[in-house]
């Protein structure tokens, strides 16, 4: 009968804040994300960010043939945003 291999404990290392990991998401380290990242990042479909853009609601930076959301556009129209729902009637 063979014996079990001996395992190493895994030690946790550090984390570089330019490592994307499943806990770390683009956005955190990126400057500028897709409109897929966006709106993965604001839990809304491509079409809506979409249309957000088209609004004027969500700004944009094109770079070359790109068309890149800047973080802090993406903070910025949430804070527009609660914003106004604070002001709303919830009923």
């Not at 490592?19 to 809304?44: D, G, Q």
């Not at 249309?51 to 527009?80: A, W």
């Amino acid at each position: 009968m063979r014996k079990p291999a001996l395992s190493m404990p895994v030690i946790p290392q550090p984390m570089a804040p330019y490592m994307v990991t499943p806990e770390r998401h683009a956005i955190e380290w990126k400057a500028a994300v897709s409109i897929e990242e966006a709106a993965e990042a604001l839990s809304l479909g491509r079409n809506n960010l979409l249309s957000l853009i088209k609004e004027g609601r969500l700004g944009v930076v094109r770079v070359g043939g790109r068309v890149l959301v800047p973080r802090d556009e993406i903070h910025s129209f949430l804070n527009r945003e609660t914003s106004h729902d604070v002001s709303r009637d919830p009923s």
